[in-house]
């Protein structure tokens, strides 16, 4: 069995000894390399690999964020590399294959990629339970935004707010809206708690967009943006504003 490999990180000659390794894996066939996460993202969609050697901090997308944005049934099997041994645990959790710790010899590489291939048959259960994890765990720093042809990442902190659009989500993000599939409650499970809120069963606020809060009839708020925007608080989450004014 040959497994087709993703050499993604950020330091040219991290990328350059991993391949020199690799060539002495049969099992292992390098079909392309990647400087970011979000080149790596573009890369698994296009060419299919069964498995991923990805660094875990990189400039952009990191490599958690890298999982996220494909989802479970796009994303490979993951060989975690990294210098920082404190991401060894989160790996394991999030059911890698396995977590190369730099600088790792010949026969380190070779246990894992021994790992992968064992693994192999039962990688997208593995990968379902990975995706999972890391939404239940750590909040959404971006959202991923498919367009035909083309992915666009937004980050959290830029979102101003988000409304509810039939089966779709619009966010708001200064003078840019993007359109997600996603449901509200699950998008706001994955958001920050501590900087977003749900005002309205179709409506989330950044709090750090928030110039002014006015009260209206039957414990009601017009929530006014920084850019201006209005929105309407229902009571039944006034609530959560109730609780940001004492703060």
Not at 69 to 84: K, R
Not at 132 to 145: E, F, K, S, W, Y
Request: hydrophobic share 45%; glycine share 6%; aromatic share 6%.
């Amino acid at each position: 069995m040959t497994l087709r490999a993703l050499v993604v990180d950020d330091e040219p000659i991290a990328r350059r000894r991993l391949r020199t390794l690799l060539k002495a894996e049969p099992a292992i066939e390098v079909i392309g390399e990647c400087e970011t996460g979000e080149e790596a993202v573009t890369s698994v969609r296009k060419l299919d690999p069964d498995l991923v050697f990805l660094d875990v901090q990189m400039p952009g997308l990191d490599g958690f964020e890298v999982i996220e944005a494909l989802g479970p049934t796009a994303c490979p099997a993951i060989i975690f590399v990294t210098a920082y041994d404190r991401y060894a645990l989160d790996a394991f959790e999030v059911h890698a294959v396995d977590y190369l710790l730099k600088p790792f010899d010949r026969a380190r590489l070779h246990d894992a990629v021994m790992r992968a291939l064992a693994l192999a048959p039962s990688r997208k259960q593995r990968l379902s339970a990975l995706v999972a994890d890391i939404g239940a765990t750590r909040p959404v720093r971006r959202l991923v935004v498919r367009t035909r042809g083309r992915i666009y990442f937004v980050r959290a902190d830029e979102i101003d707010w988000i409304e509810a659009t039939g089966h779709y989500l619009t966010l708001h993000a200064g003078r840019d809206s993007h359109m997600v599939r996603e449901t509200m409650g699950a998008l706001e499970a994955r958001l920050d708690p501590e900087r977003f809120l749900r005002i309205h069963r179709s409506t989330i606020v950044n709090v750090d967009r928030i110039k002014e809060l006015q009260p209206t009839f039957h414990g009601e708020y017009v929530v006014t943006l920084l850019s201006g925007t209005r929105l309407h608080c229902s009571r039944s989450y006034a609530g959560r504003l109730d609780g940001l004014l004492r703060s």
